[in-house]
Every structure is written in structure tokens, then in C-alpha cells.
């Protein structure tokens, strides 16, 4: 299914309209491989392909649903006249796609922009100088290369793989557990406040 000399990106999601992904918990984790002729999109029943003559354009698109709601940063493919994609019911020539930054769970700003700077790369007849591999990416980012090993990081293997996603459960727990130890907290200092003014 992969190919080394692909570059590899793990998505959070993809759409054929913007996806949004700020009220969801679980990545999806779908392999999207750029290589030499096209984009494609690996599924277990089978893969999307797109071809760089059938692109028009790829940019950076934000999907917001307002301030307090949060956005999302999309990948927008636009595809030829013509040229359409199918998910579920809805049909489009155009293409979504949210990069999840390889270490964490959450959609990645700086994965979008690589797979932007791969696809332009291809549409002009150029090589990317973006690395293949999306682990070497992040730890390249973070300054950690001395953590990389080919052997290890396969980037066929999805981020979940090296870092499960925790449950909604446990981190609602956490969540819970931190705001009553932040509340505990505060009532202490105020109490010593009291007490040294009084």
C-alpha cells in the first residue's frame, strides 16, 4: 500500500465540503499519499485517487463556525470542471482534507502547509523538499531528529499506533480533577489573603 518515495500524511478527516472538527473527539486516521502522478486516499474497501492534471488549485481554507465555536484548517483541492469527487450523498469538485499533526491528535496547521507546498510542487513539475515522512516531519519542527529512526516511526503506521487517543472518559476526568484543585487552590490563597488583611 505505501510507497517510500510518497510523501505521507494522516488525516483527521476529508470531506467534499470543509470539515470541521472542533466538537469531534477521534481522529479518523486515513493514509493520504502524494506521489509523483497523483493524491491518494487509502480506505479499506478501497482508495481515492486524484490525478495533478485533474487539480485547478490547493490552498489553505479555514472552516469557522465563529469566535467562541472555534475553526478548522482545511486543505481545499479544487478540482477541474468535470472532475467530481463522491462522499455519501454528496457529490462536488472539490476536496477537503485536515492533516493531523503526527505526535498528537488534533488537526496540524504546519501539516496542512506541507501538503500544500507537496501538491504546488507536483502541479509546477517540481520535487518537494518537504521530507516523506510525517514523523520525521513533527520532530524535525520540534528540533528532536535525535529521536527518528526510520525503523521505529513507519509512517505507515497511524499515530495511533505510538500514542493511543485517550478516552473522552478519562480526559473529561482530568478535566474535572484540574478545575477542583485550581478551585481548591484559589480558596486557599484567598483565604491567607483574609487572614492577613483581618
Not at 469538485?93 to 496542512?112: A, D
Not at 520535487?127 to 529521536?147: K, S
Not at 525503523?151 to 474535572?176: G, I, M
Amino acid at each position: 500500500m505505501f510507497n517510500n518515495k510518497s510523501h505521507a500524511f494522516w488525516l483527521f478527516d476529508w470531506g467534499v465540503i470543509d470539515v470541521y472538527t472542533v466538537l469531534r473527539w477521534h481522529p479518523l486516521y486515513i493514509l493520504c499519499q502524494l506521489n509523483h502522478d497523483n493524491l491518494m486516499i487509502h480506505f479499506p474497501a478501497g482508495n481515492l485517487t486524484v490525478s495533478y492534471a485533474q487539480i485547478v488549485s490547493c490552498e489553505k481554507y479555514i472552516f469557522s463556525q465563529g469566535v467562541k465555536a472555534g475553526s478548522t484548517v482545511n486543505v481545499k483541492i479544487t478540482l477541474k470542471q468535470g472532475t467530481t469527487v463522491k462522499k455519501g450523498p454528496l457529490t462536488t469538485n472539490e476536496l477537503y482534507l485536515v492533516p493531523v499533526n503526527p505526535l498528537e491528535h488534533f488537526p496540524s496547521i504546519p501539516e496542512c502547509e506541507a501538503m500544500i507546498l507537496v501538491i504546488q510542487s507536483y502541479l509546477r513539475g517540481e520535487t518537494p523538499t518537504v521530507p516523506e515522512n510525517p514523523y520525521f516531519r513533527e520532530f524535525q519542527r520540534r528540533g528532536r531528529l535525535q529521536d527518528f529512526t526510520d525503523t521505529k516511526w513507519n509512517a505507515e503506521l497511524p499515530p495511533s499506533f505510538y500514542n493511543p487517543v485517550p478516552s473522552l472518559w478519562r480526559t473529561l476526568l482530568k478535566s474535572l480533577v484540574f478545575a477542583l484543585l485550581a478551585t481548591i487552590l484559589v480558596m486557599i490563597l484567598f483565604g491567607l489573603l483574609y487572614n492577613l488583611l483581618y
